[in-house]
């Protein structure tokens, strides 16, 4: 048997009476319930019978009636039962708020009016809220099908915002003119909560949880029943009154910190409010309002007075970086960063007090007497002295307190000056990891602050040149690896700033040069700040500081495979001699230390006149040092060697008693230059003396070179060994001089003052004379830029060459754009360029 297949079947309908008569009983149930609602007796309403009464309505086409009649019952209901109650809460004293005329009232009474009155309004909006959804499930199918079809607000919607209208927009009488005529329910609810929030601003305690509630009931509630997110009360009406009074009060707090209070107090009072403010929108208001607030207090505090409160005689932003004011400084940064992402206010700043701090250390340098030892202690390399006072570094311990010579005084602010420089440097480094969380732009603008200043100072190049022979002379002996790595950092640091890095190379070449040859620094220590050189600089930078290391090794080689030679020679006479030879390579030592400086200036080399033995040792070395070396030429630098003489003092007859009663023998210490001119004593006997021309006479040793050796032989009393006549402390060129038999010492190594062994500050003409051939040097340098950028672009615009010439050597100095024009002209006319006809701002290179 086929059985019937399995259809949907349609809703079955009630049937529906025409008469309309079925209204108002439904009606009449549904009102009885809504007012039970109201009354909270609603635990014994049937939901299904009340819903039933509501269908029965809708599906008779009588949904708009139902719609209406439940919004009238609710206003009626606002109207006899709510409004009487609020209207008794609102005294004058609460209007008086409203008007911003504060009552004759004390703060806690004010405080317990006003949160009488929002508590009230928070019970109604609670019991109107709750009665509104228990009465829009009721009315559930009126919602779905009659709301739906017509395109009106939601019956919930509608009667919510009946609160809006009937309650906050109640219209009161005030007795007085206010500024819009007409004052209403809900300006008294802003007034009363901007008033407890100010209460709690000066420090009073309020209920959070009551305002949290009325502002959450604020965002409840639209302007219209459309309900569009940015239409919120909360958004509409009590934010911009919030933000405004909020403006106002922060204005006034700002002008009374400017008048009473410094720059300190000011960033914790800005800070500490900032922080309440996002607070109370997380506690009392709504995180919809901490951006707009948080810029108000930006406004207000910050951006307003920050000029004034910066410029504070005291407590400004000069007194928070002399005095180390960090915890001031970090705070002052995160404000500054919230109103100005570029921190231009803070970077100015900055860059202005580094700048006059640099130039206060110019200053206190011009200021500081350096005569005086004790002034100088700073400076490590204060006792050093390369001229001929350099004599009083060797004269004991009264020596020691004397006053500096005049070089002595140069070096000591040369190292004094840098000194300070990188201390200044250490305090802002500081203060940019502590204060400014190593915010790079800060950074970049501190660093052009300190490369600004430190190139307005003329000597710059020779003063870091001066810093760093004494550190690695005097301060790192015995040192940790962890003080050598700070110092060796300092160094760097000190170099970046540098612009005129090719004078400074000149100037370390120099005090390398002496350091090398006198074994004044450990040699370890030398080629690893080299080596760092080389990554900051390029390889150009340090190819000639490379070079003399390598010459130093080699002539050690070379000194011991010479002495190897030596005794297999089996020479009586000779394999006695102990000598140490130092090859220089003529490119990479300095003028001033291979005798070249006298060729440069077109004067003749003045040849020393060796003693005959010292000839034979010399001609000896030369011998063997050609055996593998073809076509290689030795010019002995006398200026740079030293000696060790083994000197014999009889003792003098008629003397019992005292150390001159016996033979005294000692080992002297002198330059090769002492050498040359002991020796000659040899051979006079011992009433016997020669004159300062004699002597130059026989030596042909220069007459400045010689004066300095005769005072280190003659007038330091630890190493007296030549009696001069007349007995003056200085040497002239009528001075007579003789062997010294009377010369006692308590030591048996003496070390008499070696000529140019410190490295010094130059004098104004030295100086001059320095600059005159750098100069000359950067002429041949920009040359070869000129030459290289022509070769490989042809042709060039004068505006592009000078560009790509100034960027080129950018890394070693700076040229000026008149030197670059010169050495053009000069180009031009060698023919190594030509100008291109029609264009004369343009060339063309020349192959």
């Not at 004067?603 to 070396?629: C, G, H, M, N, W």
Request: with cysteine.
């Amino acid at each position: 048997m086929a059985s019937r297949p399995n259809k949907p079947r349609p809703i079955r309908r009630p049937v529906i009476s025409k008469e309309g008569g079925e209204f108002e009983p439904c009606w009449d149930i549904l009102r009885g319930a809504m007012i039970d609602i109201h009354n909270k007796n609603a635990s014994e309403l049937s939901f299904e019978n009340l819903y039933r009464a509501s269908y029965k309505i809708t599906l008779r086409k009588k949904g708009h009636l139902l719609y209406e009649k439940v919004k009238a019952f609710e206003e009626a209901w606002f109207q006899n039962n709510v409004l009487p109650s609020i209207h008794e809460l609102i005294s004058s004293s609460l209007t008086s708020i409203a008007m911003l005329s504060m009552p004759a009232l004390s703060l806690h009474e004010r405080r317990e009016m006003g949160e009488k009155f929002l508590r009230a309004i928070r019970s109604r909006w609670e019991d109107h809220n709750t009665s509104m959804n228990m009465i829009a499930d009721i009315l559930m199918y009126l919602e779905r099908s009659h709301t739906t079809e017509t395109k009106q607000p939601s019956i919930y919607a509608t009667t919510i915002g009946l609160f809006r209208d009937h309650i906050l927009k109640y219209g009161l009488a005030t007795g007085a003119e206010d500024m819009d005529g007409h004052l209403i329910v809900f300006d008294i609810i802003n007034a009363v909560v901007l008033d407890l929030i100010n209460m709690e601003r000066d420090g009073d305690i309020v209920n959070r949880n009551l305002l949290r509630k009325v502002t959450s009931m604020l965002e409840e509630l639209y302007e219209t029943d459309e309900e569009h997110e940015n239409q919120k009360l909360y958004l509409t009406v009590f934010e911009p009154r919030f933000l405004e009074a909020s403006r106002l009060f922060y204005r006034a707090q700002c002008e009374k910190l400017l008048r009473e209070s410094d720059a300190g107090a000011w960033l914790r009072h800005t800070q500490r409010r900032l922080r309440e403010e996002q607070e109370r929108c997380q506690t009392s208001l709504s995180i919809l309002t901490v951006d707009n607030i948080t810029k108000v207090v930006e406004e207000e505090m910050i951006s307003a007075k920050l000029d004034e409160f910066l410029a504070m005689e005291g407590s400004g932003i000069r007194a928070m970086i002399d005095n180390d004011r960090i915890e001031d400084l970090s705070i002052l940064y995160q404000l500054i960063s919230r109103v100005d992402k570029s921190k231009s206010v803070l970077k100015t700043a900055l860059q202005t007090r580094v700048m006059e701090l640099g130039l206060e250390i110019e200053e206190t340098l011009k200021n500081t007497d350096f005569s005086n030892p004790a002034a100088a202690a700073g400076a490590a390399g204060a006792g050093a002295d390369a001229d001929a006072d350099e004599t009083a570094e060797a004269a004991g311990d009264k020596a020691k307190s004397q006053p500096l010579s005049g070089p002595a005084q140069q070096t000591a602010a040369a190292i004094k000056w840098v000194d300070d420089v990188l201390q200044l440097k250490a305090k802002f480094d500081n203060l940019l990891t502590t204060c400014f969380d190593g915010d790079l732009v800060i950074e970049s603008w501190i660093t052009k602050s300190f490369r600004d200043f430190v190139n307005m100072f003329p000597r710059n190049a020779e003063y870091a040149s001066l810093f760093i022979d004494d550190c690695l002379k005097r301060g790192l002996k015995g040192k940790s690896d962890e003080d050598v790595e700070v110092v060796l950092q300092k160094v760097i640091v000190l170099l970046r700033y540098l612009s005129d890095r090719d004078l400074f190379e000149r100037y370390y070449q120099k005090h390398l040069a002496k350091r090398l040859l006198r074994s004044g620094s450990e040699l370890h220590i030398e080629k690893e700040l080299v080596r760092r050189m080389k990554i900051e600089m390029g390889n150009h930078f340090t190819t000639k500081f490379e070079g003399m290391f390598k010459d130093m090794e080699l002539s050690k080689d070379l000194s011991t495979n010479y002495r190897d030679h030596i005794r297999n020679l089996g020479d009586v006479d000779t394999k006695t001699t102990d000598l140490n030879i130092q090859v220089l390579t003529t490119n990479s030592w300095p003028p001033e230390i291979m005798g070249r400086s006298a060729l440069q200036d077109g004067s003749a080399r003045a040849e020393v006149i060796f003693p005959p033995a010292i000839k034979r040792l010399q001609d000896s070395f030369y011998e063997f040092y050609l055996q593998d070396r073809r076509n290689r030429k030795l010019t002995w630098a006398a200026s740079t060697g030293s000696a060790d003489i083994k000197c014999f003092f009889p003792k003098i007859s008629g003397k019992d008693t005292g150390p001159l009663s016996k033979d005294r023998r000692y080992e002297l210490n002198v330059s090769t230059y002492g050498m040359v001119v002991l020796l000659l004593f040899n051979d006079l006997a011992d009433n016997e003396s020669m004159t300062f021309e004699e002597i130059q006479a026989k030596t042909n040793i220069p007459a400045g070179d010689l004066s300095k050796t005769l005072a280190s032989l003659s007038l330091v009393p630890k190493c007296r060994v030549l009696a001069k006549e007349p007995a003056t402390k200085t040497v002239k060129s009528t001075d007579r001089f003789s062997f010294n038999t009377q010369f006692v010492s308590k030591t048996i190594k003496i070390k008499a003052p070696v000529s140019n062994s410190s490295s010094k500050v130059e004098r104004d003409d030295e100086r001059k004379e320095t600059e005159r051939k750098n100069d000359q040097t950067r002429a041949h340098v920009v040359d070869a830029a000129i030459v290289r950028v022509m070769k490989q672009r042809k042709e060039l615009s004068h505006t592009d060459l000078t560009t790509q010439v100034i960027s080129q050597l950018a890394a070693r100095f700076k040229p000026e754009i008149s030197l670059i024009k010169r050495r053009i002209e000069d180009l031009l006319a060698r023919e190594y360029l030509e100008r291109i006809e029609g264009d004369l701002a343009a060339y063309r290179y020349l192959a």
